[in-house]
């Protein structure tokens, strides 16, 4: 599918981390900066500073990713060779006007504005072009934007290290067997991002795989990612509503039982300790001879995974009311359920949507470990498998991608629940 | 365990809390503890009553045992002629504690009157209940808001209003206002004599603080620890009208004199 490596994209991603160095750079030489600054008898203000050393990372990060777009979808085919060059120049010409521009109007601030106005307690506003570029949108989460950014960077930078050490082997191999003569450097690049096969796919590899399997696959289609997710995604639902009403049922007996607490907490915490790869097999097996096939089972598979974090967290939760919220209630005369409903049952609500937080995840995993040992012909669990046998990573990459997105999805949407419930208890929440 | 009430003293309608030889042993590890060492005391419809003394002198437990959160171990106590239990399931008694114990996710209109819902008060007289008592303790603008937006003076306001949101005749107050700076407390204080007058309510306060309790009471329990006994009551002289600055008169020191004696008197400054 990828015939030759997009040499303007790597260029782009190659002036993007320099750029990045150079604000590592930067970094170093701030202090120098400050200690002149102080020198001449001027407050210098770091913030100014940092502003620009925030925005060469955030540039740096939009060529790295502007360079790796390129490359995908020049692998799609999608991009003339023309238009890619076209990108390639006007990219390279805004950020260098921009950089040169803010630098300069930095200058200015520093050598020309501070100096007249004295050392200001507020920054003096920041250059121009930043204004238009960067006035709020990034400002208010820049806190989190550029971690973020910076570490999938980072990622990145180490996947494509490893996809051109880890497939040049073959590449070797394969030169060896025609008695031709090795790859040189660039063609070893463009070669071990292509394989059909390879040990470790590149990034981009995936990403167009995941592309084909979701947009231009129907979704009723046996090759659709879609499809296959939508098989997992029900299961784990499935398991999750289940686990979590069997785990809230537990905690509710723990708490107000004391024989159930002896006796049944023992138990959940053992049943945690059996690997579920060993239980998975024995559970879809059995269902099987009672003539239950299917979703059930793996549904089951996700219940034993996730009701586990649900009575914990709840045992945890519905115990949390302090003494004096409890001998209040008593002092009313509050029955079992009012003491239940008015006070057990709202404090646990923080511990519950935790728990659940934990519990939407590993439901996708028992759903997909439960595709694993009968050799489902749907899921993502399917797909894994028959990846495996075929040799097929891209496939197998693919469809770990999609499981993941799914359980940051549900992660997420569990998250939203929980802020949306703390938010309509009336209570100050920093979850995201 | 607990015996009957009455024992041999007659019951007196205008008497609400009377005990007689009313003792309360924790068995711990280390051995008995004496939370309670035959105590006798009377309490009359709508006395001020302080109880002071040192830590570990058992006045926050008389306090529970007329809650019926602690059962006694021996001696009798009766609440409006009643076992503490039996007063309790009349909801006799409105409790504050020394952590204002709202609840955060509901609004302060609807932590006072969570206890209403508890005791199944119609919507209507809830919500009239909940403007009266939100006026009694001068909160009124403040019924949306959430716990967490108020102050702790007017935090510990709203469990005041929450513990008179059902109309019992008696207050049980523990420390109420022991976690709080003394402007504040100085403020609740007065707010509180003032509360009495109107309401006329049998008031019992724990309290750490002499001039607190000198300034609130009608009658001031002196207790000591190990084990917890009474050492002396004091009827106050006080006049009922109140305002800060008699804490300065020859009266008042006088008995905060008398009190600090009974607290020495019951070795509470030894250690």
């Given at each position: 599918m990828l015939n030759s490596l997009s040499a303007t994209g790597l260029l782009i991603d190659i002036l993007g981390a320099l750029l990045i160095a150079l604000v590592v750079l930067n970094t170093a030489s701030k202090s120098i900066l400050r200690n002149s600054a102080a020198h001449m008898g001027?407050?210098?203000?770091?913030s100014i500073s940092q502003i620009t050393q925030r925005n060469d990372t955030i540039l740096g990060i939009c060529l790295i990713i502007v360079g790796f777009s390129l490359q995908f979808l020049e692998a799609l085919g999608y991009v003339a060779n023309f238009f890619s060059k076209t990108i390639f120049i006007s990219t390279i010409v805004i950020s260098a006007s921009y950089f040169f521009l803010r630098h300069a109007l930095a200058a200015y601030q520093i050598n020309v504005l501070i100096p007249k106005h004295?050392?200001?307690?507020?920054?003096?506003?920041?250059p121009i072009v930043e204004q238009v570029f960067f006035s709020n949108g990034l400002r208010s989460n820049s806190g989190k934007t550029i971690p973020v950014l910076t570490v999938i960077a980072v990622i990145v930078a180490i996947w494509y290290a490893c996809v051109v050490w880890m497939n040049a082997p073959f590449e070797y191999d394969k030169a060896e067997r025609a008695k031709t003569d090795p790859p040189n450097f660039s063609q070893l690049i463009s070669n071990t991002m292509a394989q059909e096969r390879p040990v470790l796919p590149a990034a981009h590899q995936v990403f167009a795989e995941i592309w084909d399997t979701t947009v231009n696959k129907k979704i009723t289609s046996k090759r659709s990612l879609i499809y296959h997710s939508w098989i997992t995604l029900s299961a784990t639902l499935l398991g999750f509503i289940i686990g979590t009403v069997l785990g809230i049922l537990l905690a509710v007996g723990i708490v107000h039982n004391r024989a159930m607490d002896r006796s049944v907490m023992p138990w959940v915490i053992a049943s945690q300790t059996i690997p579920i790869l060993a239980v998975a097999p024995m559970i879809i097996v059995t269902l099987n001879a009672v003539g239950l096939t299917g979703l059930i089972p793996k549904a089951l598979i996700s219940t034993y995974l996730s009701f586990f974090p649900v009575v914990v967290g709840m045992v945890k939760g519905l115990r949390s009311p302090d003494n004096s919220q409890l001998d209040l209630l008593h002092t009313w005369y509050a029955s079992k359920p009012q003491i239940f409903w008015k006070l057990r049952w709202p404090s646990s609500m923080p511990f519950l949507f935790t728990s659940l937080k934990v519990a939407v995840a590993i439901s996708l995993v028992g759903a997909i470990v439960g595709e694993l040992p009968t050799g489902a012909v749907a899921g993502l669990g399917a797909r894994l498998l028959a990846g495996s046998y075929y040799g097929q990573t891209i496939q197998i990459w693919s469809a770990l991608f999609m499981a993941a997105a799914l359980a940051a999805v549900l992660v997420m949407i569990v998250g939203f629940a929980h802020s949306y419930v703390l938010k309509r208890m009336g209570q100050k929440v920093e979850i995201y | 365990m607990l015996s009957p009430v009455h024992g041999k003293q007659k019951f007196y309608p205008m008497t609400v809390i009377s005990a007689n030889k009313l003792s309360l042993t924790f068995e711990t590890n280390d051995g008995p503890v004496h939370a309670l060492s035959e105590v006798d005391l009377d309490i009359k419809k709508g006395e001020f009553v302080s109880f002071i003394g040192p830590s570990g002198c058992g006045k926050t437990t008389f306090l529970r045992v007329i809650a019926d959160l602690e059962k006694p171990t021996g001696g009798t106590i009766s609440v409006n002629g009643m076992t503490p239990e039996e007063a309790r399931m009349k909801r006799a008694y409105g409790y504050v504690f020394q952590?204002?114990?709202?609840?955060?996710?509901?609004t302060i209109e609807k932590n006072i009157s969570l206890p209403l819902e508890i005791m199944g008060y119609s919507r209507s007289e809830q919500a009239e209940r909940v403007n009266r008592t939100l006026e009694l303790v001068e909160l009124s603008n403040f019924g949306?808001?959430?716990?967490?937006?108020?102050s702790g003076g007017m935090q510990q306001r709203a469990s005041i209003a929450r513990a008179l949101a059902f109309d019992a005749d008696l207050l049980l107050m523990d420390e109420p206002f022991g976690a709080l700076d003394e402007i504040v407390r100085d403020h609740l204080n007065e707010q509180l004599i003032k509360l009495w007058k109107r309401t006329n309510k049998t008031i019992c306060f724990v309290t750490h603080s002499i001039p607190e309790a000198v300034y609130l009471s009608t009658k001031i329990v002196v207790m000591s620890p190990r084990p917890g006994r009474v050492t002396d009551v004091i009827d106050s002289t006080l006049p009922n009208e109140r305002p800060l600055e008699i804490r300065e008169s020859a009266e008042f020191l006088k008995i905060a004199h008398r009190v600090r004696e009974g607290l020495r008197a019951g070795h509470s400054y030894e250690e």
């Open positions: 001027y407050n210098y203000d770091h004295g050392s200001p307690k507020k920054p003096l506003g920041y | 952590a204002a114990s709202l609840f955060p996710w509901r949306k808001k959430y716990p967490w937006q108020l």
